[in-house]
DNA sequence: GGTCGATCGGACGGGGGTGTCCGTTACGTT
DNA sequence: AACGTAACGGACACCCCCGTCCGATCGACC
């Protein structure tokens, strides 16, 4: 990661401008998601679509750039869930926490979870939160609280699903966020015996 | 439910068009949602887009004929549910079955849990559902197999959720819906001991 | 086989989206 | 205060979508 020196310092206003841009950015693909046009995003941030384009050359690049929060969020939270002595808990904690990230801003879901715009590598960030993810569960396996038949898929089987929410009205959505995060726990929490359940479905390959 | 009697007997290119159009209309919004395009459906029946809008003014009367079948699969579902037995198996099976049905088609579950066009009156169908399957968990909770605190806007909940899913891999999506079910299920399902287990949070009001 | 008229389909208008061009503005410097 | 240049933004070209219009076509009946 090379940092370029501009050859002429930048202009006040197109800081200034910038930062406007990503903070409209963040509100218009947080509540509208993916879909929400850049004209949106120019208008809050009070400047012209020529302007947008310039900082930012096509769509892609400024949804990277305004996600870029999110994107340590989830780092930190699975490091924090790698770090905690009680893996069942790291597990549904990590759950909870990605759930509410993804409650909280519709376009970071979609970017997370699909590979939308090619070459937008939110792919990155989503392989090493499933590897962290498999190493918590595989923990959380031995403890006993998490149910054997989990696999790293149900993890994106629930993410994906998630996504869905986002078509709630807006004063519900974060309740409902919740509430779904706890009924995935109870699902993925093992039951007191085991062998007397019914086998779940076949998981599907979803990960690449 | 007047039949109109028609002055001049239907042609039978019309009548074929009329059919090939319903099919592919099926599998066009089927497979890619609302959102496919007329052109789409018009093309995969081979006839021309003055044809499609003839038969169907707009988009949203295309719609709703195209998932009548789906709205009798689903008041057959509920049916067979209140006249089982056993009311916890008929509780898991028409969500099992519900699941089945939104996962095989992506548009009807678009058009059964979003009122998204005004006036393709898919609610009356949910309503209808949902006081079926409000029933369903009145007698389910009794047998003591329904968690306690199951509300009926919890079903909205994991059906709006279970529209997540059809951005998956095509030949993942009913594994997918199918593991998808049965973890609901597992969710739902009463733990050995209510007291101890931490409550839900609040669940919030998603149901019109 | 011929005639009538309903049906067909290519071409059209309107709306909204992304990304670009160029005359104008205003920041930073001297 | 004046100037050079980077940054600004309105207008533009292009594409895809829905829904409509009109001349050509083909089925039904005689």
Redesign the pocket.
């Known amino acids: 990661m090379t940092t370029e020196v501009?050859?002429?310092?930048?202009?006040?206003?197109?800081?200034?401008?910038?930062a406007r841009i990503l903070e409209a950015a963040r509100a218009v693909f947080g509540e509208e998601g993916l879909?929400?046009?850049?004209?949106?995003v120019?208008r809050r941030a009070?400047?012209?679509?020529?302007?947008?384009?310039?900082?930012f050359?096509?769509?892609?690049d400024?949804l990277a750039e305004t996600f870029a929060e999110q994107r340590r969020a989830c780092r930190t939270a699975v490091r924090d869930a790698l770090a905690d002595p009680d893996p069942w808990h790291g597990f549904r904690t990590v759950i909870e926490r990605i759930c509410e990230l993804h409650a909280h801003s519709a376009g970071f879901a979609d970017a997370f979870m699909t590979a939308f715009?090619e070459a937008m590598d939110f792919t990155a960030d989503r392989e090493r939160t499933l590897r962290a993810v498999a190493e918590l569960a595989r923990r959380a396996r031995e403890t006993g609280r998490l149910r054997p038949d989990f696999v790293v898929d149900d993890l994106v089987l629930v993410l994906m699903a998630h996504r869905g929410l986002q078509d709630t009205p807006r004063e519900a959505r974060v309740a409902a966020s919740r509430r779904y995060a706890a009924y995935v726990v109870e699902a993925f929490r093992a039951t007191p015996a085991p062998e007397a359940a019914t086998p779940l479905p076949p998981a599907p390959r979803l990960s690449t």
């Open positions: 501009p050859h002429h310092p930048v202009r006040s206003d197109a800081r200034d401008n910038r879909g929400a046009p850049m004209r949106e120019a009070g400047v012209g679509p020529a302007t947008l384009y310039r900082h050359p096509a769509k892609r400024l715009p």
